[in-house]
């Protein structure tokens, strides 16, 4: 079993849409929860992060996290032609035992395309 | 601030040859990260740097060298070039470790042939 899973997609829907994009984990030990988000040809820049359970919201992106299902999910209302991209969840290992020197797993990524 | 750098944007190897991929930062960040993202599997780390001399593999070293004489530098050596190694290369850096947000560059679109 993959440490983080994520549908790849693609996903197609029209603008205005709410979104909702989705990862489970097995690790019980990550805490930072995170979601990058890549524009086609370019590197990933960091869209969100939520530490522990609950949830995060920042504008139309609202980010999830159920610790007890290993479940996180990240929310856009209003979608926009320019939410066009692929979204990455990534988390950190635990700092417990040691530093973790930033060795972030990601998921597989799912290719968002909102449509006029 | 440029942020994170990489050379060559694109290049075309011939099986068996070698290449060094140039990542720079100007954020002085001690923490810089090489990794390759493959369709629909995510981001996988090669190799990552925790300060200037010191190196350490990630999941997907073989293949793959580096060295960090610098703080700013953080090249990623191929060494004899395989078709398996077709991919897109980043480069990262972050301030520290653990849940720090990382930078990434641009990307260099890597095909083996």
């Known amino acids: 079993q993959k440490e983080v899973e994520q549908d790849p997609g693609p996903l197609s829907v029209p603008e205005g849409a709410i979104v909702s994009l989705n990862c489970t984990y097995s690790?019980?030990?990550?805490?930072?929860f995170m979601w990058y988000r890549q524009y086609s040809r370019k590197g990933p820049e960091l869209l969100m992060y939520?530490?522990?359970?609950g949830n995060k919201e920042d504008g139309r992106f609202t980010a999830q996290v159920d610790k007890s299902s290993k479940y996180i999910s990240l929310f856009i209302r209003d979608s926009q032609p320019s939410d066009s991209a692929t979204y990455l969840c990534?988390?950190?290992?635990?700092?417990?035992?040691?530093?973790?020197?930033?060795?972030?797993?990601f998921g597989q990524g799912t290719i968002l395309t909102v449509h006029p | 601030n440029a942020g994170v750098t990489q050379t060559p944007k694109f290049r075309i190897l011939k099986i068996g040859q070698s290449m060094t991929l140039q990542c720079t930062q100007d954020?002085?960040?001690?923490?810089m990260y090489w990794y390759r993202q493959d369709p629909g599997m995510g981001l996988k780390l090669i190799y990552y740097?925790?300060?200037?001399?010191?190196?350490d593999k990630g999941e997907v070293p073989n293949g793959y060298n580096v060295s960090r004489s610098t703080t700013e530098d953080f090249p990623l050596r191929l060494e004899l070039a395989a078709p398996s190694q077709t991919s897109v290369y980043f480069c990262?850096?972050?301030?520290?470790?653990?849940?720090?947000?990382?930078?990434f560059g641009p990307g260099t679109r890597l095909t083996v042939t």
């Open positions: 990262a850096s972050s301030q520290t470790g653990g849940s720090f947000e990382q930078y």
């Open positions: 690790n019980s030990a990550f805490q930072y």
């Open positions: 939520t530490y522990s359970s």
């Open positions: 990534a988390m950190p290992p635990s700092r417990a035992g040691g530093t973790s020197y930033g060795k972030l797993t």
């Open positions: 954020m002085n960040h001690n923490y």
């Open positions: 740097s925790v300060g200037a001399g010191i190196t």
